[in-house]
């Protein structure tokens, strides 16, 4: 009911910038949170950032002061800014969202995620 879909991954030299997005669409009533993990080899997925309906943001540790979360509500479309980019930040990129879904006589929240975009950070 909620598709989601990501772009803006590539490669890039540490110490640069990419700007990842994320489109909403589908058959919703409203997205509520939002928000960007990634999942680098061998490793667990982590969440990166989160942003409430209400613009309330949240970093993981490693990417405070680097990275920006930010949404556009009229565009359904989540933005994730990255800058001073790391080796250590190389991963799949997913978009993650909560939407509330169903029909006339039910209404219920779910949760969504995008297939995910590639970020490699060379050395």
């Known amino acids: 009911q909620v598709q989601l879909v990501e772009s803006g991954g590539g490669l890039v030299q540490a110490g640069g910038s990419l700007r990842l997005s994320c489109a909403a669409s589908?058959?919703?009533?409203?997205?509520?949170?939002m928000g960007w993990y990634r999942q680098a080899p061998g490793k667990q997925r982590e969440l990166v950032a989160t942003i409430s309906s209400g613009g309330n943001t949240n970093y993981a540790d490693s990417v405070k002061g680097r990275f920006t979360i930010s949404r556009d509500g009229a565009k359904n479309t989540l933005y994730l800014q990255m800058n001073s980019l790391k080796p250590e930040d190389t991963a799949v990129y997913y978009c993650?969202?909560?939407?509330?879904?169903?029909?006339?006589?039910?209404?219920?929240?779910?949760?969504?995620w995008g297939q995910g975009t590639q970020v490699t950070v060379s050395s």
């Open positions: 993650n969202t909560n939407a509330r879904v169903g029909g006339q006589f039910r209404k219920y929240d779910a949760q969504y």
């Open positions: 589908g058959n919703f009533f409203s997205i509520n949170a």
